[in-house]
């Protein structure tokens, strides 16, 4: 009798508890949201969460503010997000690097998946490799005969180690068996500026910062690392069509940490994907060279998954996996 009292009991705590999450999502958000987002003003990811908190504040009647927590590769925001009330109301807005190679490369407080879990892709774009205009190369083929008959000459600038700037160059550097020179800087348009100023021989950089560049001429472009050629670049080539099977994908999108109730995971992500269907935000990410995508947290998390083990094997080929 008294244990089915206790059954009785606890399935009533569980009922009641069920019953106040379901309350709570249904009335977040109910004051101003913080979105975020772990690297400076100005870049693509910024400009991706201000165009999409702008839209979500619209959505919900209330105010989502971007707070800008850079530093340690974006680990530094993460740790703000997990030291802050678990309520949803500090979410992120982050690049997939946090998921995939910062943990391999760096002490981090968080598990991805687990304590850092996404909520949605927003947009997908990939890279473009650009060298100087006037340098001596003018296909993806002839910049790597160059590089394997000059080894150790050949530098190439990223945003910093483990950047996708640098990940995505020693990845085609391990695939072709080159041996070139990285020297990072601190973000990719000081990495650009290297190009264009000739301090290095090339930059991989993402196809929203090098769009304009390579279209008016500033600089040469070899390849894009997509699947497909680009809209915004036609005539400049797939890598793959040079290297059969080559590819790498850069995402950005929201995330919570793991203690924010799934309902409010869950209406977080139903809010974006109309948001990414939104024929103006389509055609601002096009012009940045992203693709809006808009996915279910299980969506997302079954991506990350995925891609998990191809950029294990990059951070090794970069050779910045933690000892």
């Keep these: 009798m008294v244990l089915k009292r206790l059954i009785v009991a606890t399935v009533a705590c569980l009922a009641l508890t069920a019953s106040a999450q ?7 958000p109910n004051r101003t949201v913080k979105v975020v987002v772990p690297y400076g003003v100005g870049g693509v990811t910024d400009t991706m969460a201000r165009l999409t908190a702008d839209r979500l504040g619209k959505a919900f009647n209330q105010t989502f503010v971007i707070e800008n927590k850079l530093g340690a590769g974006g680990a530094i925001g993460v740790d703000y997000a997990l030291n802050s009330p678990q309520d949803g109301y500090t979410i992120l807005f982050l690049g997939s690097t946090l998921f995939t190679v910062l943990p391999l490369a760096q002490k981090v407080n968080y ?6 879990v996404p909520v949605s892709i927003t947009g997908t774009n990939g890279m473009v490799l650009v060298v100087d205009k006037n340098a001596p190369y003018s296909t993806l083929r002839e910049f790597i005969d160059y590089a394997r008959a000059n080894p150790g000459k050949i530098t190439y600038s990223s945003g910093g180690p483990a950047t996708n700037n640098h ?26 500026t290297a ?9 991989f950089g993402n196809s929203s910062d090098l769009i304009e560049p390579v279209k008016s001429g500033t600089v040469k472009a070899l390849a894009v690392s997509t699947p497909k050629r680009m809209p915004q670049l036609p005539d400049v080539p797939t890598v793959a069509e040079t290297i059969p099977g080559f590819e790498y994908i850069a995402w950005n999108g929201y995330a919570v940490t793991g203690g924010v109730p799934m309902e409010v995971q869950n ?16 055609k601002i990410f ?32 970069a050779g910045v996996r933690r000892k």
């Design 111 to 116: 598990e991805p998946l687990k304590t850092l």
């Design 286 to 317: 096009s012009n940045l060279g992203i693709e809006s995508v808009g996915t279910t947290p299980q969506d997302a998390a079954e991506s990350i998954r995925k891609d998990m083990p191809i950029f294990a094997q990059t951070v090794d080929l």
């Design 167 to 192: 990940l995505s160059t020693a990845y085609l550097a391990g695939k072709e068996g080159l041996d070139m020179v990285h020297v990072p800087f601190g973000g990719g348009q000081a990495a650009l």
């Design 267 to 282: 209406r977080l992500a139903q809010a974006l994907q109309p948001i990414a269907r939104d024929p103006e935000v389509v």
């Design 195 to 203: 190009v264009l100023s000739k301090s290095v021989d090339m930059h």
């Design 22 to 28: 379901d309350a709570f999502a249904q009335q977040w």
